[in-house]
């Protein structure tokens, strides 16, 4: 179980609910006045809880939820509100997305309430770190994928990167299934979307922030290119590969 704080940094930068008190004459004068206005959430007192298929049982401490901001001032929707009714309009059931939206969801739980809905299934997956240990950001000169395109990086091999971060495959449980031997190497790690795919479980995903390796990507873009044109009858070649990345 998780006790999560809101994403709000203190009770001061939250609203204080000046206009909660207004009668509703009050507001109607206010309104054909042309004064400009917007409409929040009320949030409800108490808590709000989840079940994550990443982070278990979360709770949130409703005090730490803002009263958001739903339809702003010119009558468009905050992206807090457009989310929730654009997955209930296109029948979402999953939302995977980045740990970084985990304060927002108790927002998004609380308006499925409202909207007397029942919200889809949560998984926030670790964040991807630079060498240094912080979020992969074009802030801190880290790329994009066009970047590592005209670098030479093929689809394929940015795939296979990515996709065995931040959890652990069944093959990496078992000490003899990397026992150094390259095939069998090749066989666990260099992989199809395909195989890939067979092989993906959410409950093996960790909670951790995992380092984004460079090096081990340009192995398995060097793989997945000889994989393409060629079907690497040199043994020699494969090895100095792999002696490369390690």
């Given at each position: 179980?998780?006790?999560?704080?809101?994403?709000?940094?203190?009770?001061?930068?939250?609203?204080?609910?000046?206009?909660?008190?207004?009668?509703?004459?009050?507001?109607?004068?206010?309104?054909?006045?042309?004064?400009?206005?917007?409409?929040?959430?009320?949030?409800?007192?108490?808590?709000?809880?989840?079940?994550?298929?990443v982070?278990?049982?979360?709770?949130?401490?409703?005090?730490t939820?803002?009263?958001?901001?739903?339809?702003?001032?010119?009558?468009?929707?905050?992206?807090?509100?457009?989310?929730?009714?654009d997955?209930?309009?296109?029948?979402?059931?999953?939302?995977?997305?980045?740990?970084?939206?985990?304060?927002?969801?108790?927002?998004?739980?609380?308006?499925y309430?409202?909207?007397?809905?029942?919200?889809?299934?949560?998984?926030?997956?670790?964040?991807?770190?630079?060498?240094?240990?912080?979020?992969?950001?074009?802030?801190?000169?880290?790329?994009?994928?066009?970047?590592?395109?005209?670098?030479?990086?093929?689809?394929?091999?940015?795939?296979?990167?990515?996709?065995?971060?931040?959890?652990?495959?069944?093959?990496?449980?078992?000490?003899?299934?990397?026992?150094?031997?390259l095939?069998?190497?090749?066989?666990?790690?260099?992989?199809?979307?395909?195989?890939?795919?067979?092989?993906?479980?959410?409950?093996?995903?960790?909670?951790?922030?995992?380092?984004?390796?460079?090096?081990?990507?340009?192995f398995?873009?060097?793989?997945?290119?000889?994989?393409?044109?060629?079907y690497?009858?040199?043994?020699?070649?494969?090895?100095?590969?792999?002696?490369?990345?390690?």
């Amino acid at each position: 179980m998780r006790l999560a704080q809101g994403g709000v940094k203190s009770a001061s930068t939250k609203y204080d609910r000046f206009c909660y008190g207004l009668s509703p004459e009050e507001v109607e004068e206010r309104v054909q006045s042309g004064e400009p206005y917007v409409i929040r959430m009320l949030i409800p007192r108490g808590k709000t809880e989840f079940k994550d298929l990443v982070h278990g049982k979360v709770i949130f401490d409703n005090d730490t939820v803002d009263d958001q901001v739903i339809l702003k001032s010119d009558g468009f929707p905050t992206y807090h509100f457009a989310n929730v009714v654009d997955d209930y309009m296109m029948r979402i059931t999953h939302v995977i997305r980045g740990e970084e939206w985990l304060p927002s969801t108790p927002k998004h739980i609380i308006l499925y309430k409202m909207f007397e809905l029942d919200p889809p299934t949560f998984a926030h997956l670790p964040l991807l770190l630079n060498a240094k240990g912080q979020k992969l950001s074009k802030r801190q000169g880290d790329v994009s994928v066009d970047n590592y395109r005209s670098k030479g990086y093929i689809p394929q091999s940015l795939i296979n990167g990515l996709a065995l971060l931040g959890w652990n495959p069944p093959h990496r449980e078992d000490p003899n299934a990397l026992s150094g031997d390259l095939n069998s190497f090749l066989k666990h790690e260099v992989l199809t979307l395909k195989e890939m795919e067979a092989m993906f479980q959410i409950d093996k995903v960790g909670k951790s922030g995992v380092k984004f390796e460079e090096k081990k990507l340009e192995f398995l873009n060097k793989m997945h290119i000889m994989n393409k044109f060629t079907y690497f009858e040199d043994q020699n070649e494969k090895k100095t590969c792999l002696s490369e990345w390690r």
